[in-house]
């Protein structure tokens, strides 16, 4: 089959700018933002409501993606891992992927808590939570 | 920035062969099956264990990509919902998650239970679980 040409969906809005101040996962992060998703998805978003929590695919578009073993969270003590064992951003299709707090919902934004994603990291998908 | 095209990093084999037949969610499959990954990337498994679960995106190459509203499980009972707000394989990325269990990993081939996809579905990510 031809390789799939992903269509963005929406972008954050957030004050993480850089990624050294940016949380490695949203599970430490406490970080407020907002999901911008373009208009003519709107309708996509009914049924998503404050307090919810959301899943939501990001595409990492400054990752490397031809990296295949990386030191897990940066700390060389550990060894080299292979990607696909770990949480990096590095990886062939550079998708990531967080749980996040719907704190409120406006039209085509929402502001969710527990970001972990840099400012401008563009959306792929949002979807319900399994519990 | 340009629309992302995504890598195929490998395929699923199970003996799931038509949509009726497929556990709607991992979370209610115990259906096993093999994800075969392209040579290329099996130094990407490495660190990936029997026993662990493991988080896999796919690509869902026969959903339709251009709805956005639709009756959650098809019970129209529950009225129109948006596809964001749902786990529908319908979507503007077709993309699906589904956390499975690893049976065993022999080189490029990662025996897994708890599958919800079709034979010959593609796979485009796999991740650590986070707790």
Chains 1, 2 share one sequence.
Not at 62 to 80: N, Q
Not at 83 to 104: G, M
Not at 111 to 119: C, Q, R, S
């Amino acid at each position: 089959m031809n390789q799939p040409v992903l269509q963005l969906i929406g972008i954050v809005h957030s004050d993480i700018v850089n990624l050294v101040d940016t949380p490695k996962f949203y599970s430490e992060s406490d970080r407020v933002g907002t999901l911008e998703i373009l208009p003519e998805f709107t309708d996509a978003l009914d049924g998503i409501a404050p307090g919810q929590t959301i899943v939501v695919l990001f595409w990492l578009h400054k990752a490397s993606r031809d990296v295949l073993k990386v030191y897990p969270r940066g700390d060389r003590s550990r060894g080299l891992r292979g990607v696909f064992s770990t949480r990096s951003p590095v990886r062939p299709n550079p998708i990531a992927l967080s749980e996040l707090e719907v704190c409120s919902i406006d039209g085509n934004l929402i502001a969710v808590k527990g970001l972990d994603m840099l400012d401008q990291t563009p959306i792929v998908d949002i979807k319900k939570k399994i519990d």
